[in-house]
């Protein structure tokens, strides 16, 4: 709840602070009009701009750089092509968007490439870290060589700039003697940072520097060329307004950079040319990228099956489902923006006239209308598609249709129209991507969504006032309609747009909370029972242990069971029920997680649905492999199933025989079968477990039928069955036999059940998982899958791994993997003691398995 609140109010800081510079901007531009902007936008020399066009290149060729530096420092060399490609789209988002898009985007690229989560985390500090280490030494040394003159509007007499740049150059120089001197690692309360070798330090300086100097060169160039302005003065505010711009949080800076650069610039140069050489500079340095990006995965999104583009598949396949809905809900969000200030601005006289001639006057008011209804739609949109909501994907195509007719009609702004095909283009084939079946109502808005959306209405309704600051305002206005009120319009286009702002707000207000689940209103057993009934997976039978929580659907067809440990939720296996339900049970599972601060973790889960968990931002790790035998070939014929045969005669000339009983005739064993579960229990000195383990419960086992092997009438080893629906699947789930039995009763006990249900007509028998087998263990492979295969390898004394591999690889079963999701980073330690002490029931219990 804290981490929420501090969440909240440092996005509801950055949203007063982007009102601030607002305020400041439309105080500094008061002598200006819109016609003034455009004119300086008109006057830009043609190459300025294929100035700045080569240095934005030349920049983000840098901005590689740091990933470069950063995965040797992480130990984890990588082709240039994919880091190339990671950083790249990485920045092109995280520039405009900010920091953790950037970090989202190397979270999803890098561990498909087998970094682990940890060494992903150190790549995001270390770049981090290297950013501020070139923001401070490039203005460490600018603000000694030339200070700059703090404008009287800041009110900062007490700020010197000589003693900032001292301030700024001891930093690095302390960061780097540190770098050189201290090998330990560093640590801050339980966290503990190894500093990068003073090699990895210079570097990340030296490019994070370079970054510095060719970004602001892209805006210098821009600028119009002034004898007062020299490079180092305006490098000097270039470092100011970044700062500014990475405190405020605010997406790219957006209005702040604008306020600080008008600030310390309009002594020198009129604040019309100021702004519309940042104006240029945007488009050119911050959407320029991400059109690029966009374009590409939308090219890879229409043409990954052809022949040609097999090594552009390569490179995006891997990762596009994870990306292309965060990509599109971005543009969204810009399509909502460009529809948003076009009905803010007003419309080009010739283009009205010309118009006029073959439109009636109402078409192009009402176009003009709900073009801006049609951008906040887009907004509030772009949160849908990016959890991937079923219906937000056909509203915003539609909305986008729309959004192109009204910008012809209102006032034939092909411009806008024209990049509204080409957002369209690439929301066409990614239909795909878009898979939930639940409203936009029911979905959790974060704060920093809600925040970036004001701002983009804040930005419309200045934009709107600044450009018609010169009509006097009067209550006529409202009901004036000519082919020149372009006011009268932006007025009741506004009123409209935040009409339909509050209305959403009103609804997501009056939309219920989640309350934490209890065992009180969990769904009654029965009921269950019935959807497990209905399972073609025998894992489903968990659920009837009796230890779990259950998340079910609407339709109370499908459920997730759970159990809690610390911060840890785990839900074990995929969801229960039919297949279309198991996507939107899993995304309402993560938002009750998110909504009580807790860990989503999603435990021996199958690998059909592991592109939802990704989806979800999981990372995903390998548990084992689980062993599936087909029985319709299974049988004790032929020389491979000899030593199973030898068994077999071995145990029946000793007496054994076998039986099924029936679910019915349990209940009168179970003081018999309760006796064996105790002195098997007292024989391996250990304690009944739970969770993903099966228990000896009367309540569970009386609702299944039994495999028993007898001796002279006497039961000697027994085994519960699960039965799959329509005959999928057989497992033995809770398997006890006397201390006294003869060796190897329980492989006959396993054979005959098998022999049963293919005698019945089932397709698999499922014998469980084998932990860590299967784990590659090849350099390259992620850290996890190198030290799970090293502990399968050599961890006999804590766990016979490798021989229970051995042990079912006797029945020559079919090997499927199993995983675990997770949050990515630090977690890993503490989720997997919580599923610990879920299995073990207690610390203790996991103490002795270990020992």
Same mark, same amino acid.
Request: hydrophobic share 50%.
């Given at each position: 709840?804290?981490?929420?609140?501090?969440?909240?109010?440092?996005?509801?800081?950055?949203?007063?602070?982007?009102?601030?510079?607002?305020?400041?901007?439309?105080?500094?531009?008061?002598?200006?009009?819109?016609?003034?902007?455009?004119?300086?936008?008109?006057?830009?020399?043609?190459?300025?701009?294929?100035?700045?066009?080569?240095?934005?290149?030349?920049?983000?060729?840098?901005?590689?750089?740091?990933?470069?530096?950063?995965?040797?420092?992480?130990?984890?060399?990588?082709?240039?092509?994919?880091?190339?490609?990671?950083?790249?789209?990485?920045?092109?988002?995280?520039?405009?968007?900010?920091?953790?898009?950037?970090?989202?985007?190397?979270?999803?690229?890098?561990?498909?490439?087998?970094?682990?989560?940890?060494?992903?985390?150190?790549?995001?500090?270390?770049?981090?870290?290297?950013?501020?280490?070139?923001?401070?030494?490039?203005?460490?040394?600018?603000?000694?060589?030339?200070?700059?003159?703090?404008?009287?509007?800041?009110?900062?007499?007490?700020?010197?700039?000589?003693?900032?740049?001292?301030?700024?150059?001891?930093?690095?120089?302390?960061?780097?003697?540190?770098?050189?001197?201290?090998?330990?690692?560093?640590?801050?309360?339980?966290?503990?940072?190894?500093?990068?070798?003073?090699?990895?330090?210079?570097?990340?300086?030296?490019?994070?520097?370079?970054?510095?100097?060719?970004?602001?060169?892209?805006?210098?160039?821009?600028?119009?060329?002034?004898?007062?302005?020299?490079?180092?003065?305006?490098?000097?505010?270039?470092?100011?307004?970044?700062?500014?711009?990475?405190?405020?949080?605010?997406?790219?800076?957006?209005?702040?950079?604008?306020?600080?650069?008008?600030?310390?610039?309009?002594?020198?140069?009129?604040?019309?040319?100021?702004?519309?050489?940042?104006?240029?500079?945007?488009?050119?340095?911050?959407?320029?990228?991400?059109?690029?990006?966009?374009?590409?995965?939308?090219?890879?999104?229409?043409?990954?099956?052809?022949?040609?583009?097999?090594?552009?598949?390569?490179?995006?396949?891997?990762?596009?489902?994870?990306?292309?809905?965060?990509?599109?809900?971005?543009?969204?969000?810009?399509?909502?923006?460009?529809?948003?200030?076009?009905?803010?601005?007003?419309?080009?006289?010739?283009?009205?006239?010309?118009?006029?001639?073959?439109?009636?006057?109402?078409?192009?008011?009402?176009?003009? =209308? &709900?073009?801006?209804? @049609? #951008? /906040?739609?887009?907004?509030? *949109?772009?949160?849908?598609?990016?959890?991937? !909501?079923?219906? %937000?994907?056909?509203?915003?195509?539609?909305?986008?249709?729309?959004?192109?007719?009204?910008?012809?009609?209102?006032?034939?702004?092909?411009?806008?129209?024209?990049?509204?095909?080409?957002?369209?283009?690439?929301?066409?084939?990614?239909?795909?991507?878009?898979?939930?079946?639940?409203?936009?109502?029911?979905?959790?808005?974060?704060?920093?969504?809600?925040?970036?959306?004001?701002?983009?209405?804040?930005?419309?309704?200045?934009?709107?006032?600044?450009?018609?600051?010169?009509?006097?305002?009067?209550?006529?206005?409202?009901?004036?309609?000519?082919?020149?009120?372009?006011?009268?319009? =932006? &007025?009741?286009?506004? @009123? #409209? /747009?935040?009409?339909?702002? *509050?209305?959403?707000?009103?609804?997501?207000? !009056?939309?219920? %909370?989640?309350?934490?689940?209890?065992?009180?209103?969990?769904?009654?057993?029965?009921?269950?029972?019935?959807?497990?009934?209905?399972?073609?997976?025998?894992?489903?039978?968990?659920?009837?242990?009796?230890?779990?929580?259950?998340?079910?659907?609407?339709?109370?067809?499908?459920?997730?069971?759970?159990?809690?440990?610390?911060?840890?939720?785990?839900?074990?296996?995929?969801?229960?029920?039919?297949?279309?339900?198991?996507?939107?049970?899993?995304?309402?599972?993560?938002?009750?997680?998110?909504?009580?601060?807790?860990?989503?973790?999603?435990?021996?889960?199958?690998?059909?649905?592991?592109?939802?968990?990704?989806?979800? #931002?999981?990372?995903?790790?390998? *548990?084992?492999?689980?062993?599936?035998?087909? !029985?319709?070939?299974?049988?004790?014929?032929?020389?491979?199933?000899?030593?199973?045969?030898?068994?077999?005669?071995?145990?029946?000339?000793?007496?054994?025989?076998?039986?099924?009983?029936?679910?019915?005739?349990?209940?009168?064993?179970?003081?018999?079968?309760?006796?064996?579960?105790?002195?098997?229990?007292?024989?391996?000195?250990?304690?009944?477990?739970?969770?993903?383990?099966?228990?000896?419960?009367?309540?569970?086992?009386?609702?299944?039928?039994?495999?028993?092997?007898?001796?002279?009438?006497?039961?000697?080893?027994?085994?519960?069955?699960?039965?799959?629906?329509?005959?999928?699947?057989?497992?033995?789930?809770?398997?006890?036999?006397?201390?006294?039995?003869?060796?190897?009763?329980?492989?006959?006990?396993?054979?005959?059940?098998?022999?049963?249900?293919?005698?019945?007509?089932?397709?698999?028998?499922?014998?469980?998982?084998?932990?860590?087998?299967?784990?590659?263990?090849?350099?390259?492979?992620?850290?996890?899958?190198?030290?799970?295969?090293?502990?399968?390898?050599?961890?006999?004394?804590?766990?016979?791994?490798?021989?229970?591999?051995?042990?079912?690889?006797?029945?020559?079963?079919?090997?499927?993997?199993?995983?675990?999701?997770?949050?990515?980073?630090?977690?890993?330690?503490?989720?997997?003691?919580?599923?610990?002490?879920?299995?073990?029931?207690?610390?203790?219990?996991?103490?002795?398995?270990?020992?």
């Amino acid at each position: 709840m804290k981490k929420k609140l501090l969440h909240s109010l440092g996005s509801l800081c950055g949203i007063l602070l982007f009102a601030v510079a607002l305020y400041v901007l439309y105080y500094e531009l008061k002598e200006y009009h819109y016609h003034d902007i455009v004119r300086q936008l008109k006057a830009i020399p043609v190459y300025y701009i294929l100035s700045a066009l080569l240095l934005t290149v030349l920049s983000y060729l840098v901005l590689i750089g740091y990933d470069s530096v950063a995965l040797r420092y992480v130990h984890h060399p990588l082709g240039y092509g994919k880091f190339a490609t990671a950083g790249f789209i990485g920045y092109a988002f995280g520039n405009s968007v900010g920091t953790p898009m950037h970090a989202a985007i190397r979270y999803r690229l890098y561990p498909a490439w087998g970094l682990s989560a940890i060494e992903v985390t150190k790549m995001v500090v270390f770049c981090g870290l290297s950013y501020w280490l070139g923001i401070f030494a490039t203005g460490g040394v600018v603000f000694l060589l030339e200070p700059l003159e703090i404008p009287a509007l800041m009110h900062l007499r007490f700020v010197s700039e000589p003693h900032l740049g001292i301030l700024f150059l001891v930093f690095v120089t302390g960061y780097l003697l540190c770098s050189a001197l201290r090998k330990r690692p560093l640590k801050i309360l339980k966290w503990a940072f190894s500093i990068p070798s003073l090699k990895f330090s210079l570097s990340a300086t030296v490019i994070a520097c370079l970054d510095v100097i060719l970004n602001g060169s892209v805006l210098y160039v821009l600028l119009p060329s002034v004898e007062k302005l020299s490079y180092p003065r305006f490098l000097g505010i270039f470092v100011l307004s970044q700062v500014a711009a990475l405190i405020s949080q605010v997406p790219g800076g957006l209005g702040i950079i604008e306020t600080v650069f008008i600030i310390f610039l309009s002594p020198t140069l009129p604040a019309s040319s100021i702004l519309g050489s940042l104006l240029v500079f945007r488009g050119i340095y911050y959407l320029l990228p991400i059109c690029i990006a966009t374009v590409l995965l939308s090219i890879h999104e229409l043409l990954q099956k052809k022949e040609v583009f097999r090594l552009f598949a390569r490179i995006f396949g891997q990762w596009t489902p994870e990306i292309v809905p965060t990509v599109l809900s971005i543009t969204s969000l810009v399509g909502g923006a460009i529809l948003l200030f076009s009905g803010a601005t007003p419309e080009v006289n010739i283009r009205m006239m010309w118009l006029r001639a073959l439109l009636p006057l109402p078409v192009m008011e009402i176009s003009h =209308f &709900l073009g801006s209804l @049609v #951008g /906040v739609l887009l907004l509030f *949109l772009s949160w849908g598609l990016r959890r991937r !909501l079923n219906a %937000a994907y056909p509203f915003t195509v539609a909305l986008l249709i729309a959004g192109i007719v009204f910008s012809l009609l209102k006032g034939f702004d092909y411009e806008e129209a024209v990049v509204l095909v080409i957002m369209l283009s690439a929301f066409l084939p990614s239909r795909r991507h878009f898979y939930r079946k639940t409203s936009l109502i029911n979905e959790p808005f974060t704060a920093r969504w809600v925040a970036t959306i004001v701002i983009v209405m804040l930005c419309s309704v200045w934009l709107g006032f600044f450009c018609h600051k010169h009509v006097a305002y009067s209550n006529e206005l409202w009901w004036h309609f000519s082919l020149s009120g372009d006011a009268p319009r =932006f &007025l009741r286009a506004t @009123v #409209g /747009v935040v009409t339909v702002a *509050l209305f959403f707000a009103v609804l997501k207000l !009056l939309h219920p %909370a989640f309350s934490k689940p209890s065992l009180s209103l969990m769904i009654d057993l029965e009921r269950v029972r019935t959807i497990v009934k209905n399972s073609r997976k025998t894992y489903a039978n968990f659920a009837l242990l009796g230890d779990k929580l259950f998340l079910v659907n609407e339709r109370r067809t499908a459920f997730i069971m759970y159990a809690i440990n610390g911060r840890s939720w785990v839900a074990l296996g995929d969801p229960v029920g039919p297949e279309d339900e198991m996507p939107e049970l899993i995304w309402k599972f993560r938002e009750i997680c998110d909504c009580h601060d807790g860990w989503t973790v999603f435990y021996e889960i199958e690998r059909r649905n592991l592109h939802i968990y990704i989806d979800l #931002g999981l990372t995903l790790l390998k *548990l084992g492999e689980e062993a599936r035998v087909p !029985l319709a070939t299974f049988s004790l014929e032929g020389s491979t199933r000899k030593g199973l045969r030898h068994t077999c005669n071995r145990i029946e000339k000793e007496g054994y025989t076998f039986e099924l009983i029936p679910t019915a005739a349990i209940p009168s064993l179970l003081p018999e079968l309760k006796a064996i579960s105790d002195e098997w229990l007292l024989g391996k000195n250990i304690k009944e477990k739970g969770f993903s383990i099966g228990f000896f419960n009367i309540e569970y086992l009386k609702h299944h039928p039994a495999g028993i092997v007898r001796k002279n009438g006497k039961i000697i080893a027994f085994m519960n069955i699960w039965q799959g629906a329509e005959k999928e699947e057989l497992s033995g789930d809770l398997m006890r036999y006397l201390t006294g039995a003869a060796n190897g009763v329980m492989e006959y006990l396993f054979v005959q059940l098998m022999l049963w249900g293919k005698q019945e007509g089932y397709t698999w028998f499922n014998m469980g998982m084998a932990p860590l087998s299967g784990l590659e263990e090849y350099a390259l492979a992620p850290l996890w899958n190198r030290l799970g295969s090293l502990v399968f390898r050599h961890g006999e004394h804590f766990y016979n791994f490798q021989g229970l591999r051995r042990y079912k690889e006797k029945f020559d079963p079919e090997w499927e993997p199993k995983y675990l999701a997770l949050p990515g980073g630090l977690k890993l330690p503490r989720i997997l003691t919580n599923i610990a002490f879920l299995i073990s029931k207690s610390p203790k219990g996991v103490v002795a398995d270990v020992l």
